[in-house]
């Protein structure tokens, strides 16, 4: 396959090219760049995952906007599959400039899409997330645990695709990620462009740059093991399903190696993967022996006190599930952040 992969040298678009190029597939990076302005890292921060896809065979780099549709018209003629990775990814950030948001999340994927029809790409992949429910999700009965918030049993397997997205607060995030969700889902049925929609939780890995906005398992190991202060905005038990990165890339190639024409599934963890923020910090003190120091602000707009994704639609439709659990994969992100501090010195 020719893939092109939109956001490549972010944290997930890192790991899909890195699948393809390492599986023999011709792979086309597209990115701006614009992670160190949008989220203030440093400029070597943000260039690492663009220097370690320089070092792949079979990956070709272009520097441009998934806006631009001229760059677009120069990429994706021949490309057989799209993973839509690029985008702005932070809540507080969307808040702060929400028209940079708008840009980069709903004119940038109807960019892609119209690019996609043009150009008769076979099959695109578009990364949305579990903010498209907004904080609808906040009506669903919680119990408050000793060190977790749990929703009540009449939920406990999670939230469906079907839950409803509407009559709800979602901050701009939410709603710039769900105009590209929908535009997408348009496009399979009014165009014929074989789309699939990915509701993701939160996924984590490495070559994760977290910081405090987003990226939050990979900002706790970064805090522990740099020796950084956390705030911690609500009370700390929260509750997310996690997914590890490699899970997230495997249900993208199922799509792309199945018949499925259209579909929005959930992809996350699920029940049997979750994690609240205390819970965390208590995980990463037992495999690094490091607490960090732990500050409490109010609730952020919008803040779900538990999102759990109900995964049996990806389970159902491609036969998968997530194969690394929390424990194992928060190992595996201390020994990638140990073995690259200095990419951490100045966030």
Request: with cysteine.
């Amino acid at each position: 396959m020719n893939v092109l992969v939109t956001g490549g040298a972010g944290f997930i678009g890192s790991h899909v090219a890195a699948f393809y190029a390492g599986h023999g597939e011709h792979v086309t990076v597209l990115d701006n760049l614009s992670r160190q302005k949008l989220l203030g890292t440093s400029g070597t921060n943000a260039l690492s995952n663009w220097r370690y896809l320089e070092s792949l065979d079979g990956a070709t780099l272009v520097r441009g906007d998934v806006c631009d549709a001229d760059i677009l018209d120069k990429v994706c003629p021949g490309i057989d599959l799209v993973v839509h990775c690029a985008a702005q990814t932070a809540v507080t950030t969307s808040i702060v400039r929400p028209a940079e948001d708008f840009t980069s999340n709903a004119r940038g994927t109807f960019s892609l899409l119209e690019a996609a029809r043009r150009h008769e790409i076979p099959a695109v992949i578009y990364c949305s997330t579990n903010k498209v429910y907004g904080d609808r999700v906040n009506r669903v009965p919680v119990v408050e645990l000793e060190t977790r918030y749990a929703f009540d049993e009449g939920h406990a397997a999670g939230i469906r695709e079907d839950f409803g997205v509407d009559l709800c607060e979602h901050t701009p995030y939410g709603c710039s990620k769900l105009t590209g969700d929908l535009y997408m889902q348009d496009y399979a049925h009014i165009h014929g462009v074989r789309t699939a929609v990915f509701r993701m939780s939160c996924i984590y890995g490495e070559r994760q740059m977290g910081v405090e906005d987003q990226g939050w398992l990979a900002w706790f190991t970064i805090a522990a093991l740099t020796g950084r202060s956390i705030t911690i905005y609500g009370d700390g038990k929260q509750v997310r399903d996690v997914l590890y990165v490699g899970d997230l890339v495997d249900l993208f190639n199922r799509f792309a190696r199945s018949d499925v024409p259209h579909t929005v599934c959930n992809a996350g963890g699920g029940p049997k993967h979750t994690l609240s923020l205390l819970e965390l910090l208590d995980a990463l003190e037992q495999e690094t022996g490091r607490r960090s120091p732990v500050s409490f602000a109010p609730w952020r707009p919008s803040d779900q006190k538990v999102y759990i994704s109900n995964v049996s639609k990806a389970r159902d439709t491609f036969g998968w599930a997530p194969a690394v659990g929390p424990r194992e994969g928060v190992r595996r992100l201390i020994d990638w952040v140990g073995e690259n501090l200095t990419l951490f010195n100045d966030i």
